[in-house]
C-alpha cells in the first residue's frame, strides 16, 4: 500500500499509536508527507487503509 498523496510506501510511514479492537488493531500512521491514515489489521493479517484522516500537520 502507498500513501494516497505523495505514494511513499505506507509500512515506511511512523506509527503513531495502535489500538486494540474486536476485529484486530487500529493503527494510526504518519507519512513522510504528513498525511496521516488510518489501518485496520485483523486477526488474519489482512491489512487495509480505512481512512485518510486530518491531513499536513
Same mark, same amino acid.
Given at each position: 500500500? #502507498?500513501?494516497?498523496? @505523495? +505514494?511513499?510506501?505506507?509500512?515506511?510511514? $511512523?506509527? /503513531?499509536?495502535?489500538? *486494540?479492537?474486536?476485529?484486530?488493531?487500529?493503527?494510526? #500512521?504518519?507519512?513522510? @508527507? +504528513?498525511?496521516?491514515?488510518?489501518?485496520? $489489521?485483523? /486477526?488474519?493479517?489482512? *491489512?487495509?487503509?480505512?481512512?485518510?484522516?486530518?491531513? #499536513?500537520?
Amino acid at each position: 500500500m #502507498r500513501c494516497e498523496r @505523495c +505514494g511513499w510506501p505506507v509500512d515506511e510511514a $511512523v506509527i /503513531l499509536s495502535t489500538h *486494540s479492537t474486536s476485529q484486530g488493531w487500529v493503527r494510526y #500512521r504518519r507519512c513522510v @508527507c +504528513g498525511t496521516v491514515s488510518i489501518q485496520l $489489521v485483523t /486477526l488474519d493479517g489482512q *491489512s487495509g487503509t480505512l481512512a485518510e484522516a486530518a491531513g #499536513r500537520r
